[in-house]
């Protein structure tokens, strides 16, 4: 299944819903009010929209998420490649760490996950 885009106010209020799910709609509204600055029907709103998308459930009163937040993250960044890279994932890397200092600890975790990738990637050959 595909995950759902989310834009960016969306992403803001889905964020106070990882960080305190499963939550009242009562607390979200209260929540939406304190942090982003939202009237109660701006946050009813957007959990009747994210709902309709299958983002998240509202179930008595009580809301919860239908998507991971690491889902979405995934998602934006597919979208990014595809569009702004022409798919390729070398030259998104290179584009990300053109200008930007990286520390070792930065780049031995990259270097791990590049191996874990390649070791996922000769079990499925």
Same mark, same amino acid.
């Given at each position: ?8 106010s969306e992403y ?22 304190e942090q982003l ?32 937040? /690491? ?36 780049? /031995? ?17």
């Amino acid at each position: 299944m595909e995950t759902p885009k989310i834009f960016e106010s969306e992403y803001r209020f889905c964020r106070l819903l990882w960080e305190h799910e499963p939550v009242r709609s009562s607390e979200l509204v209260k929540l939406c009010g304190e942090q982003l600055g939202w009237k109660p029907t701006t946050t009813y709103t957007v959990i009747k929209r994210l709902s309709e998308r299958g983002v998240l459930v509202n179930e008595n009163s009580v809301v919860r998420s239908l998507i991971k937040e /690491d889902e979405v993250r995934t998602a934006e960044i597919d979208e990014l490649i595809e569009k702004k890279f022409e798919g390729s994932l070398p030259a998104f890397i290179a584009a990300f760490v053109k200008n930007r200092k990286m520390t070792a600890d930065e780049i /031995d975790e990259v270097q791990r996950m590049i191996g874990e990738m390649r070791t996922r990637s000769d079990r499925c050959d």
